[in-house]
């Protein structure tokens, strides 16, 4: 399928609203490839189709979960987890991708996860940035995006963090994990320049 075609078919699996978030994460993600390194049409094809079961039903989203082994611990944690693995699962089976590397993209493009790619980090980081995006501190993402893109990445996680703890919410801890992993990495790049 080409491009043209997946987007199409994507569009057509959600409301026209999460088609012009799925637009602004595409121009997003390419531009940040182009700043940091990543390849372009990687980035674009895992933006396109990073949110395509986003609107599948949760018992749909835990059927499929199960049925490709993709589940993990994530059952145990909020259902709007689920979809980055759905979607990655997806892609591969609906949509003939077989790239890892925009299969994995894909797959954390939510929850993070350490060791993070370059791909991840850029899809990642562009879900949370895209122009359409607003909630407090996005703004200090945009500008960190422009000088780091594991700092950026950091501040991302902390909104997500800081919104769960503030609401009571459960926390799934990979994002912890992935966000310590960064600054891990920050550090010792402080240290070694
Ligand atoms: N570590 C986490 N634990 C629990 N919920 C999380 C975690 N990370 C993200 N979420 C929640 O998952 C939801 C979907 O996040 P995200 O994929 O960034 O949005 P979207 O797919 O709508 O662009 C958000 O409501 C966010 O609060």
Redesign the pocket.
Known sequence: MDRNAIMERVRAQMPERRWA?TAG?METAVRLAERYGADPAKAELAAIL??VA?YWKIEDQKRALIESGEAGDLLE??P??W??HVGAHVARRDYGIEDPEVLDAIRW???GRVGMTLLDKVVCLA??MEPGRDFPGVDRIREEAGRSLDRALVLGFDS??S??LANG????????MARNDLIRLLDKEADNG
């Open positions: 978030h994460v990073h949110d986003k944690y909020d709007q987890l979809h980055a493009h939510t929850s879900d949370y997500t963090i919104f769960l919410r459960l926390i799934y801890p990979l994002t912890v």
